[in-house]
């Protein structure tokens, strides 16, 4: 059982930046692979981003690909995304999830998620 909490969302012009953190806590993450998700108002909950256990292996979504960052500190139990030149399409709740797999770009393989926390970019 891990239980996670995201921070640093915010308002933010484009082109700004935010830097997302989820810390973990119960079983350590450093036993999980971790990925953030988003969801917008009247959109489903999509893949952003995926870290492996270890950290060496991370995928993103083609929309976020070159402008975030995905990273976590196993010694803090915390993931971190970096998100760079924000745009007014990435406005959504990001929630942070746990898998049991090595990472995952699947919703449904996430065991354990995070309340979630809003990402407004104004234009």
């Known amino acids: 059982q891990v239980q996670l909490v995201e921070s640093g969302g915010g308002l933010v012009q484009a082109g700004g930046s935010l830097r997302l953190s989820c810390a973990a806590s119960?079983?350590?993450?450093?036993?999980?692979?971790m990925g953030w998700f988003r969801q917008a108002p009247g959109k489903e909950r999509e893949f952003v981003a995926t870290?492996?256990?270890?950290?060496?292996?991370?995928y993103y979504a083609d929309s976020v690909k070159g402008r975030f960052t995905i990273s976590r500190d196993n010694a803090k139990n915390t993931v971190y995304l970096q998100m760079n030149n924000l745009k007014p399409e990435d406005t959504a709740v990001y929630y942070c999830?746990?898998?049991?797999?090595?990472?995952?770009?699947?919703?449904?393989?996430?065991?354990?998620w995070g309340q979630g926390t809003q990402v407004t970019v104004s234009s």
């Open positions: 119960g079983r350590t993450s450093s036993s999980y692979g």
């Open positions: 999830g746990a898998t049991s797999v090595y990472f995952s770009t699947i919703g449904a393989e996430y065991a354990f």
């Open positions: 870290i492996s256990r270890g950290g060496a292996t991370v």
